[in-house]
Structure formats: structure tokens, C-alpha cells
């Protein structure tokens, strides 16, 4: 695969704090492991900070505890969240385990299952990090590029309807997750023992050269995070509309055709800040299977070259694609593969939920769909699948809604997987709970995020067992609906693509939007702002009502409040979503 034409750009404008450090830090270096060696705090330098993330974690405190330190004059709580990167989300049994022991001996006991297939350890010591990110290595599972300004993990949805295109499907997402994965040694150096490679501070060149390091990030890496998914229709649990780049799965007379790709989508923005905004990713064209990994380096490239380096939160190729127009970025990635995209092929979404229950594979092979409130493990059923890992033959896969399937299960092997799933409480995961519970998602939040606003993955259980009294009253129980919460407004819970959307404000309080389309093709616009949990059940309460009572035949809730005029779709994130064109809350 040609590097031709790699020109790493640098703004005219004063670079971002980031930027400089990235520069100073020797291919992700800076001084890690002498911060690490300190043990007289429980942190790292500043500037360490931000270049741990390229390295899978971050440093946090246990905000719960804040003002009790403070009193104490003690300096914060500090831990780091590990995030384990697993391209396509599947797992072997054994890694499942490992992953598990370490959640009890290094974390605090739980396991996170995030939004984009991968799992986070939460409250790990720094006297513990490197012991940690190097037996997740030895499991043959890694942190790199997990975090940071580089692609991320690259996710590609279960899909057990068409297992034969899915085990295809995610041979690419792990090719193009090898592909793009940051070179520089110092992961190695400083996690894994490795010694320093003689050379490893080499720059690029004084002319146009490709870097010796890092032939395809150079050494700024991209502007920010580079989020990449790939689908398989009718399934759009992975949310390609919300990924920088997207691959979706054109299958014809059961064979995989090539994919469409999409660009340009993002979630994030901030508040009172209308220069930010979500953005649906757009189709730029067609691709074999063959040009996949092609493709996919050279969308980043053209990020990599002219995304914005001074203003972070104006980064994400949403913006790059969005200021210089969408036949200019074609042009530009066209020019660096040196061959034309054929238009997208067809293609249709159903939703962007998860199937919950056993289903048929291939193979005699069947998949179990569990569903994880929250994504968070803990207790009984994760001592449970503990014990299930223990004796399963197939795979775990991460769903991108938080939830497990326990996947590849051999006929004969169903019996004695339900048996443990009766033993621990796990057979009735998904079992007479509502569609609104079901389609919840919540990122973490307090107490562990530094960004939050709001509670999230603490509050969205009970504010919707409030919303399932009026669910169940109006017969509704059954009725999938979306419902996402963020406790701030980068929506790592990809908010904005809930047909409920919750987005933290302050303590206790939320922006309430509505109107996202059930298959993740459409955004939310904002209803009601800066509400607390019992103003948002008085307000959902009259349209929950409303939609029992007059939704059309198959009509979704999302469709159904546009329809009924509480908002007006958006269309385009950067025109619509902070247009009021309705007034709120009408």
C-alpha cells in the first residue's frame, strides 16, 4: 500500500496545547515512566496525561470523594480507567477471563462494557497500571489506541443472522485496526519492557518524507479521535451515521460485494457553543473488499493533513468535511488512492437496537443476546458468565448498545450454558422488561469521568423505571423505543441518536431531546432544557400517552414526535439541530 503524496500539514495558526505536546513528546513518550516510578502522588504530569490516553488510559479521581479530600488537604482520589481495545468486539473465552480476573485484582471489580466494543477497568491504582496493561497484553488483547488523537477501536456489529459475512466482515475491522495502529515503540518500551529502539526519537525528514516512526500519523498524530465502524444491514447497531468512517456491508446472492462508505459523521459538541454541532456521517462512495484497508488510510490521511489543528473542539473530520465541502474531500481522498469510488450501492437500516434472546447462526452454531444494564458487570451475573467462560467453545461478542452475546454456541452445548445462565440470574436478563429499558444506553459519568455535567449511568435505571409506569399503562411495554444518556455533551453514548436523548446540564439537571430515527439514520433536536429527572418524566409523560394513542401502524416513537409536531427533523446537524424551528417544548 502506497504512502505516496503523505504531507502532514501543520496550521497556520497557533497550534492547540495538544499539538505542542504531542511535538515534545517523542512519539508518545514524554515522561511516563519516570511519573510512574513517583510514588509520592497518585498521579502523573500534566502533560503526561493527555499522552496516556494514545496509550489506552486515563487519569481520573473518584469524584464522590473530592470534597472530603479537600477537607483533609489531601490531593484528589486518583485512579485511571484502562480501556481494552477489541477490534469488532469478539473475545475468546480465555481473554474473557483474563479480563475478568484483572477487573478484581487490579480495578474495582466491575467490567464495563462500552459503546464502542470495548472493555474499561475503573479505579486501578497507578502502582498498578503497568502491571495491568501488560497482562491485558499477555492475553493477546492490547490498550494502544485505545484513546488519543488516533483511530480508535474499530467496531463492526455481531450480526448473527449472517454469521458467514460477519466472520468476513470482521477479518477487515481487524486488518484495518492492525493497519492504522499507531508504530512508535514507547508503547512497548514503557508497558512491555521492550528496550528503546535505537533511533526511536527520529523525526521526519527536513523535506517531504515519510516519517521513519510513524509512516502514517507522522509525529502530531490526527487533530483528534478517529472513529471508525463497519455494518452489516439490516443491522445499524454500531451506529455508522455517528462514525468519522463507516463501512456498510453490501451483500448480493449471499456474497460479500464491497462496502459504501460514509464520512464525516460525530457526535460530540458543547453547549452554548452553536460553532459545535452533531453531524450524520455522509456516502461518499463504493469499495471493494479489497480496497477496504486502502480507503480507509486514506480518509484518515486527508484528516490527518487538514484537520484543524489549532481549535480542538472544530477537529473531527465532521468539521474538515463540513468547511471544505464533500466533493472536495472526495477529490482529495481519490487523488491519494489514485483510482475513483463507484457510487454506494443500496442499502436499508431497520434499526439500531439489539436482538435479544438466542438466534440461529451458521454452522449449527447459535447466539445468546444478554442484556447488560448500563454495561456494567458486576456480582452475580458476572460471576455467572465467569463461570460460563469457563466451559464455553465459542466466543464472547461486545455489542456497540453495551450489551453480550455469548456467541458460537454449539447445539450441544446450549444446555449446559442455559443451565449456568438458570444458576446465576442471567436467563432472565432481557426477560419482562420493557423496550424502553432494553434501548437504554448511559455512558459512565460520575463519579468517575472528569467531563460529567450530570449523573448518567447512575441515573438512567431509575428515571426509566418512572417513565415504565406511563410506558406500562399505556400498553407500550412491549414497544422498542431508544432512550440515551450523557452526562455531558460529548455524547460518548451517542446521545443524539436517541429518539430520547439526555444530555447532562449540571448536577441534576438535563437537555431533553426527541425525534431521532429508530434506525440511527436521523438526529434529535433539543425539547426541553436544563430539566430535572421529575420535570422530564412530566414532560414525556402526555406524549408517551399521546403516542399510545394515535401512532400510526409500525410508526416509531421517534417518527411519531416529528409527526405530532413536538420537533422538526433535522436534516442536517449543522443547520438544524440548534435552529429552533419549533418553539420548545410546544
Given at each position: 500500500m502506497s504512502n505516496e503524496a503523505i504531507i502532514e500539514v501543520m496550521p497556520a495558526k497557533e497550534p492547540s496545547k495538544n499539538e505542542v505536546i504531542k511535538e515534545a513528546s517523542n512519539y508518545l513518550r514524554g515522561t511516563i515512566l519516570e511519573g510512574l516510578a513517583n510514588t509520592s502522588t497518585g498521579a502523573v504530569a500534566e502533560d503526561d496525561t493527555q499522552l496516556l490516553k494514545f496509550h489506552g488510559t486515563y487519569q481520573q479521581d473518584d469524584r464522590d470523594l473530592r470534597n472530603e479530600r479537600r477537607k483533609q488537604k489531601l490531593e484528589k482520589a486518583f485512579i485511571f480507567m484502562v480501556r481494552v481495545r477489541v477490534p469488532g468486539g469478539v473475545v475468546t473465552p480465555k481473554q474473557w477471563l483474563e479480563i475478568d480476573r484483572l477487573s478484581d485484582q487490579y480495578a474495582n471489580g466491575t467490567i464495563k462494557l462500552s459503546t464502542r466494543q470495548a472493555f474499561q477497568l475503573h479505579g486501578i491504582l497507578k502502582g498498578n497500571l503497568k502491571t495491568t496493561i501488560k497482562?491485558?497484553?499477555?492475553?493477546?488483547?492490547?490498550?494502544?489506541?485505545?484513546?488519543?488523537?488516533?483511530?480508535?477501536?474499530?467496531?463492526?456489529?455481531?450480526?448473527?443472522?449472517?454469521?458467514?459475512?460477519?466472520?468476513?466482515?470482521?477479518?477487515?475491522?481487524?486488518?484495518?485496526?492492525?493497519?492504522?495502529?499507531?508504530?512508535?515503540?514507547?508503547?512497548?518500551?514503557?508497558?512491555?519492557?521492550?528496550?528503546?529502539?535505537?533511533?526511536?526519537?527520529?523525526?521526519?525528514?527536513?523535506?517531504?518524507?515519510?516519517?521513519?516512526?510513524?509512516?502514517?500519523?507522522?509525529?502530531?498524530?490526527?487533530?483528534?479521535?478517529?472513529?471508525?465502524?463497519?455494518?452489516?444491514?439490516?443491522?445499524?447497531?454500531?451506529?455508522?451515521?455517528?462514525?468519522?468512517?463507516?463501512?456498510?456491508?453490501?451483500?448480493?446472492?449471499?456474497?460479500?460485494?464491497?462496502?459504501?462508505?460514509?464520512?464525516?459523521?460525530?457526535?460530540?459538541?458543547?453547549?452554548?457553543?452553536?460553532?459545535?454541532?452533531?453531524?450524520?456521517?455522509?456516502?461518499?462512495?463504493?469499495?471493494?473488499?479489497?480496497?477496504?484497508?486502502?480507503?480507509?488510510?486514506?480518509?484518515?490521511?486527508?484528516?490527518?493533513?487538514?484537520?484543524?489543528?489549532?481549535?480542538?473542539?472544530?477537529?473531527?473530520?465532521?468539521?474538515?468535511?463540513?468547511?471544505?465541502?464533500?466533493?472536495?474531500?472526495?477529490?482529495?481522498?481519490?487523488?491519494?488512492?489514485?483510482?475513483?469510488?463507484?457510487?454506494?450501492?443500496?442499502?436499508?437500516?431497520?434499526?439500531?437496537?439489539?436482538?435479544?434472546?438466542?438466534?440461529?447462526?451458521?454452522?449449527?452454531?447459535?447466539?445468546?443476546?444478554?442484556?447488560?444494564?448500563?454495561?456494567?458487570?458486576?456480582?452475580?451475573?458476572?460471576?455467572?458468565?465467569?463461570?460460563?467462560?469457563?466451559?464455553?467453545?465459542?466466543?464472547?461478542r461486545l455489542t456497540a448498545n453495551q450489551n453480550l452475546i455469548i456467541g458460537a454456541v454449539p447445539a450441544a452445548e446450549r444446555p449446559r450454558i442455559e443451565a449456568l445462565l438458570k444458576q446465576y440470574g442471567l436467563d432472565q436478563t432481557w426477560q419482562n422488561v420493557t423496550g424502553l429499558r432494553l434501548g437504554g444506553l448511559a455512558c459512565v459519568a460520575l463519579p468517575t469521568c472528569g467531563l460529567a455535567l450530570a449523573e448518567s449511568e447512575r441515573n438512567l435505571p431509575n428515571l426509566v423505571g418512572e417513565l415504565e409506569k406511563v410506558i406500562r399503562a399505556s400498553g407500550l411495554a412491549e414497544q422498542s423505543i431508544h432512550i440515551r444518556s450523557s452526562g455531558c455533551p460529548n455524547g460518548c453514548a451517542r446521545p443524539y441518536l436517541g429518539e430520547i436523548g439526555l444530555v447532562g446540564k449540571a448536577p441534576g439537571k438535563y437537555n431533553l431531546y426527541l425525534g431521532a430515527a429508530h434506525n440511527g439514520s436521523r438526529l434529535n433536536k433539543i425539547y426541553k432544557e436544563s430539566i430535572t429527572n421529575d420535570q422530564i418524566v412530566a414532560e414525556l409523560t402526555p406524549i408517551i400517552q399521546r403516542y399510545a394513542a394515535e401512532r400510526q401502524p409500525e410508526e416509531t416513537f421517534g417518527d411519531f414526535v416529528i409527526r405530532a409536531g413536538y420537533v422538526k427533523a433535522v436534516t442536517a446537524g449543522a443547520v438544524d439541530f440548534h435552529n429552533q424551528s419549533v418553539e420548545v417544548g410546544i
Open positions: 497482562e491485558i497484553n499477555e492475553s493477546l488483547l492490547d490498550t494502544l489506541a485505545a484513546c488519543g488523537d488516533v483511530n480508535r477501536n474499530v467496531m463492526c456489529n455481531p450480526n448473527p443472522h449472517l454469521s458467514a459475512i460477519h466472520a468476513q466482515v470482521l477479518d477487515y475491522a481487524r486488518a484495518i485496526s492492525t493497519h492504522l495502529s499507531p508504530r512508535t515503540p514507547a508503547y512497548y518500551e514503557i508497558w512491555l519492557d521492550k528496550e528503546r529502539v535505537a533511533g526511536g526519537d527520529t523525526g521526519a525528514g527536513e523535506e517531504d518524507t515519510t516519517d521513519p516512526v510513524e509512516p502514517i500519523y507522522g509525529k502530531h498524530y490526527l487533530p483528534r479521535k478517529f472513529k471508525i465502524g463497519i455494518a452489516v444491514p439490516p443491522s445499524n447497531d454500531v451506529d455508522i451515521y455517528s462514525q468519522d468512517l463507516s463501512f456498510i456491508a453490501i451483500v448480493e446472492n449471499n456474497r460479500l460485494a464491497g462496502f459504501n462508505v460514509a464520512v464525516g459523521g460525530g457526535m460530540g459538541m458543547s453547549h452554548g457553543n452553536k460553532a459545535t454541532y452533531p453531524r450524520l456521517a455522509d456516502l461518499l462512495g463504493f469499495c471493494t473488499p479489497e480496497q477496504v484497508v486502502d480507503v480507509a488510510e486514506k480518509v484518515l490521511l486527508v484528516q490527518r493533513d487538514y484537520g484543524d489543528r489549532s481549535e480542538r473542539k472544530h477537529a473531527r473530520l465532521k468539521y474538515t468535511i463540513q468547511d471544505h465541502g464533500l466533493p472536495w474531500f472526495r477529490n482529495q481522498v481519490e487523488i491519494r488512492l489514485g483510482y475513483k469510488l463507484p457510487y454506494a450501492r443500496s442499502f436499508y437500516f431497520t434499526d439500531n437496537g439489539d436482538r435479544y434472546g438466542w438466534t440461529d447462526g451458521t454452522d449449527g452454531k447459535q447466539h445468546l443476546t444478554l442484556f447488560i444494564e448500563g454495561g456494567r458487570l458486576r456480582g452475580q451475573q458476572k460471576e455467572g458468565l465467569r463461570e460460563i467462560a469457563k466451559v464455553h467453545q465459542g466466543d464472547f
